[in-house]
């Protein structure tokens, strides 16, 4: 059982661009950081996120490689219906899902 001392467990979600940022609120436990998946990540964020929303129409395969170099990474999320192509990328174990992250 944690001590009473210890911080709140924190969801790390990466979001695409700071309009989706600006349109979210996220709730108490969850951190948000923008990253359009077009250069890596730095190495002490990459081992904290848990979940990546994909940009809209993002199909660029060298990009959705560095999904592999997320360690704790458990869902990723696209905002469209189109999904085969993140396929061959998406890590063993981590869920995907076709929501707007807008709801």
Not at 25 to 44: K, M, N, S
Not at 62 to 76: I, K, N, T
Request: aromatic share 4%.
């Amino acid at each position: 059982m944690p001590a009473a001392t210890d911080p709140p467990p924190v969801l790390t979600v990466t979001v695409p661009d700071t309009e989706t940022s600006a349109d979210l609120v996220a709730p108490p436990g969850v951190r948000l950081v923008e990253w359009g998946i077009t250069e890596d990540l730095p190495r002490d964020v990459a081992h904290e996120v848990d979940g990546v929303v994909v940009p809209h129409y993002f199909t660029d395969r060298a990009g959705l490689e560095r999904l592999r170099a997320l360690p704790r990474l458990s869902f990723v999320q696209l905002p469209s219906a189109g999904y085969e192509h993140v396929l061959p990328a998406l890590p063993p174990g981590v869920r995907l899902s076709l929501d707007s992250p807008m709801g």
